[in-house]
C-alpha cells in the first residue's frame, strides 16, 4: 500500500463552483499534514498546512480525519488561476511522503 | 520566503554522460537537504536526505554509486548522476529545511528537467 493514495483526476471544475477532494494515508503514526500546489513543469508550493481542527485559507478549506487517516481540500468559488495539481503530503519520521496529486482543471 | 536555487534548470546529455546538479539554500543554512525525483504524472519520490558534513541517506531502491550527493557547506548540495542513461530522464528537485527556522519549514527548489537521450 502506497503511503499517500490521491485519486489523479482531472476534476473539471466550471468556474465558480466548489470542488473538493481528499487523499488517504497509511502511516497512522504520521504527524504532520499538508497540501502543495504544483503547477505544470515547477516544483510544489506549500498551500496550507491542515491541523486536527480543520482550517481556512481563504477559499481554501483543509480538514483532517485521524481515525480514517484521511486529508480532505475544499476550494470554493473556483478560479481560472486555481488550475493545477494538488499534492497531498504527510510528514512521518522526518521526511515527506507525496500524493500523485489531484489535478484540477477550472473551465470557464 | 526563503528561496532555494537549483542549477541548471534544464540539461540534456548523452548516454553515459555524467550530471551535477547544484542545490543552493539562499537566505538560509540547511544542515539537511533533500532530493527527490519526479516521473510524468508521478508523486515525488525521496531519493535521499543530504547531511551537511556526513554522509547521505539514501532510500531504499536508489543506488548511492549511482546518484553521488555532496553536501559539503551548509548552503550547497551538489546531486551527481553518473553514467546517465535514458531511464534517468526525469525531473530533479532538491529541498532544503532551514536550520533556523523553529517551523523546521521545507523549501523547494525550482527543479531540474534532465533529459537523456
Known amino acids: 500500500r502506497k503511503e499517500v493514495e490521491q485519486d489523479p483526476g482531472p476534476f473539471n471544475v466550471p468556474e465558480g463552483a466548489t470542488v473538493a477532494f481528499n487523499c488517504t494515508y497509511s502511516n497512522s503514526a504520521s504527524q504532520s499534514f499538508f497540501w502543495y500546489r504544483q503547477d505544470c513543469r515547477k516544483e510544489p508550493k506549500l498551500l496550507m498546512s491542515?491541523?486536527?481542527s480543520g482550517n481556512e485559507d481563504g477559499r481554501f478549506t483543509a480538514q483532517l480525519n485521524r481515525a480514517s487517516q484521511y486529508i480532505s481540500l475544499l476550494i470554493r468559488d473556483s478560479k481560472l488561476s486555481d488550475s493545477a495539481t494538488y499534492l497531498c503530503v504527510v510528514k512521518g519520521n522526518n521526511r515527506l511522503a507525496f500524493g500523485k496529486g489531484n489535478q484540477v482543471v477550472v473551465i470557464p | 520566503g526563503a528561496v532555494v536555487s537549483q542549477h541548471p534548470s534544464r540539461v540534456i546529455c548523452k548516454s553515459g554522460t555524467s550530471v551535477k546538479i547544484e542545490c543552493r539554500s539562499l537566505?538560509?543554512?540547511?544542515?539537511?537537504m533533500f532530493w527527490y525525483r519526479q516521473f510524468p504524472k508521478q508523486s515525488l519520490m525521496l531519493m535521499a536526505t543530504s547531511n551537511e558534513g556526513s554522509k547521505a541517506t539514501y532510500e531504499q531502491g536508489v543506488e548511492k554509486d549511482k546518484f553521488l550527493i555532496n553536501h559539503a557547506s551548509l548552503t550547497l548540495s551538489t546531486l551527481t548522476v553518473t553514467s546517465a542513461h535514458p531511464e534517468d530522464s526525469s525531473f530533479y528537485i532538491c529541498s532544503a529545511r532551514d536550520t533556523g527556522s523553529s517551523y523546521n519549514e521545507q523549501f523547494f527548489g525550482p527543479g531540474t528537467r534532465l533529459t537523456v537521450l
Open positions: 491542515v491541523y486536527s
Open positions: 537566505d538560509f543554512q540547511a544542515t539537511t
